[in-house]
């Protein structure tokens, strides 16, 4: 990347695909007050086409060519590829301004104009507001693809706004279960349902389905996808299986995935075996098995578990997806149950002067919880903690979670704010976003968040993970409970 100095207008992609025609795009940039910018402009090219086996779904740039504006602020490039791009204007202490670019089959030349303000792009106010794009045709589907994202991002960020209004005022999950419950989602879907009632391309709805169901996705949690099911079902019969749409937003799949599990969708295991089969880009698919064999190990379905497992190592034995997979169903873990726990030391959050270790909770029975505030199923097993810890407390049963996260005072407000979480606590920084090098990490044999251990009196592993979700937990733990009061008499 060039300097904060200069102006910078970056592209990235997957291409959906390629044709002999080329597609110009120009305009000029401009700041708020109508002058001209002179400054570097970068193009980033389509990612299918550099580095495939670096590929990664978000966060990519690969730069092709660097060019400087002319004395007019004009810039201009060509992109061969139709696709999702990203345009994005930025300039030091001025608010950048992103676009969706969506360069159709037509590829017909885009023209737009950026106007940007001062300020900082992290600041929400006025200075963001005044920074603009323009394009040259409102009416050509490249304009109202632009729109059309921004109003979905916007029905995304108003939800999630409105949320943290609520939480604000001291909701508890159930106040906030029952904010969510009475939400206008029907008003939230409007947007795709006109895109898909209009006259748009088919091409259009295409891109659209695909976009409204990676926004939406972000909004998933443990009990929904809010994914609405007629527009799920007709992404399937709008969207072919072989569609690049898929790479462009990995997470879009994911999301329909986690709907089906969650509630079914009529023709999706169908679907997904076309995708799996037959789609042209193969570092889609790992993470597509992948995902499906964690839900079937979530819904406790071993048999298809096993499959799938087997499926990502035959088929893509060197992804990074198959790897984690050995390693967390690996027959020599560990951290399975009648194995003795590992020797463990790991320092108290709250009492820095206190040492948890094996030794110290022989005779108890407790769960070593790792989670995080930013993990929504680590949130979504607080409501089945606290009553267990409350009803089995009495009778020596105790928490020890080990929280992961970037600012301790995160794991601090949320026990002030939504969960007391009343038992032993321990923090680890050396957790996030993928790493895993931190030393308790590696002697539970922790890959993925939540990870839950149940340990007996004697020191010996009693369930793990799957077994104590949910009302499982309650189930596990009547079981060992009877058991250790028995053993008492």
């Known amino acids: 990347m060039k300097p904060l100095t200069s102006l910078v207008v970056l592209l990235c992609t997957i291409s959906l695909n390629c044709t002999q025609k080329d597609a110009t795009i120009l305009g000029r940039l401009f700041n708020t007050?109508?002058?001209p910018i002179t400054a570097e402009i970068t193009l980033s090219i389509p990612v299918t086409k550099v580095k495939k086996e670096d590929w990664v779904p978000q966060g990519f740039?690969?730069?092709?060519?660097?060019?400087?504006?002319?004395?007019?602020?004009s810039y201009a490039f060509t992109v061969d590829s139709t696709g999702i791009y990203v345009l994005s204007a930025s300039l030091s202490n001025h608010v950048t301004q992103d676009v969706l670019l969506w360069v159709p089959e037509s590829k017909n030349d885009i023209e737009i104009d950026f106007y940007l303000a001062p300020g900082d792009s992290t600041e929400e106010g006025t200075a963001a507001s005044k920074s603009s794009v323009v394009f040259k045709d409102d009416a050509a589907e490249t304009a109202q693809f632009f729109s059309f994202a921004r109003q979905i991002e916007h029905n995304r960020l108003e939800y999630v706004r409105?949320?943290?209004?609520?939480?604000?005022?001291?909701?508890?999950?159930?106040?906030?279960?029952?904010?969510?419950?009475q939400y206008d989602w029907e008003a939230y879907h409007q947007s795709a349902r006109q895109v898909l009632e209009g006259t748009a391309s088919t091409e259009f709805k295409r891109a659209a389905l695909v976009y409204y169901l990676y926004e939406t996705f972000e909004l998933a949690d443990m009990k929904s996808a809010y994914?609405?099911?007629?527009?799920?079902?007709?992404?399937?019969?709008?969207v072919p299986a072989t569609s690049p749409l898929w790479s462009t937003w990995p997470d879009a799949f994911v999301g329909l995935h986690w709907a089906n599990f969650l509630e079914g969708i009529e023709g999706f295991e169908i679907y997904s075996?076309?995708?799996?089969?037959?789609?042209?880009?193969?570092?889609?698919k790992p993470g597509i098995l992948s995902y499906e064999m964690m839900l079937a190990w979530f819904g406790q379905n071993e048999a298809k578990r096993l499959r799938l497992f087997q499926r990502l190592l035959n088929e893509y034995p060197d992804s990074k997806e198959a790897s984690e997979a050995k390693e967390q169903f690996k027959e020599t873990r560990v951290i399975k149950p009648g194995n003795q726990v590992p020797d463990f030391q790991i320092v108290s959050f709250d009492e820095p002067e206190t040492v948890y270790s094996r030794d110290a909770l022989i005779g108890r029975v407790y769960i070593v919880d790792f989670w995080g505030t930013w993990c929504k199923p680590c949130i979504a097993?607080?409501?089945?903690?606290?009553?267990?810890?409350?009803?089995?407390?009495?009778?020596?049963?105790?928490?020890l979670s080990i929280a992961c996260d970037n600012d301790p005072e995160n794991v601090r407000e949320f026990r002030r704010t939504r969960w007391e979480m009343p038992w032993m606590h321990s923090y680890i920084s050396e957790c996030n976003d993928g790493n895993r090098n931190a030393k308790i990490l590696k002697i539970f044999e922790v890959t993925h968040f939540p990870t839950s251990i149940l340990v007996g009196a004697d020191g010996k592993i009693i369930a793990t993970d799957v077994d104590l979700r949910e009302e499982r937990l309650e189930e596990n733990l009547r079981r060992v409970m009877t058991v250790s009061r028995n053993d008492k008499r």
């Open 61 to 73: 740039q690969p730069v092709l060519q660097t060019v400087k504006t002319s004395a007019d602020g």
């Open 227 to 238: 994914i609405d099911r007629d527009l799920a079902k007709r992404a399937l019969a709008l």
């Open 273 to 284: 075996d076309d995708l799996l089969s037959n789609h042209p880009e193969d570092r889609l």
């Open 33 to 35: 007050a109508g002058d």
């Open 381 to 399: 097993e607080m409501p089945y903690l606290h009553a267990a810890y409350e009803k089995y407390l009495a009778q020596g049963f105790t928490i």
């Open 162 to 181: 409105q949320l943290k209004e609520v939480e604000k005022k001291g909701a508890k999950d159930a106040e906030l279960a029952a904010f969510t419950k």
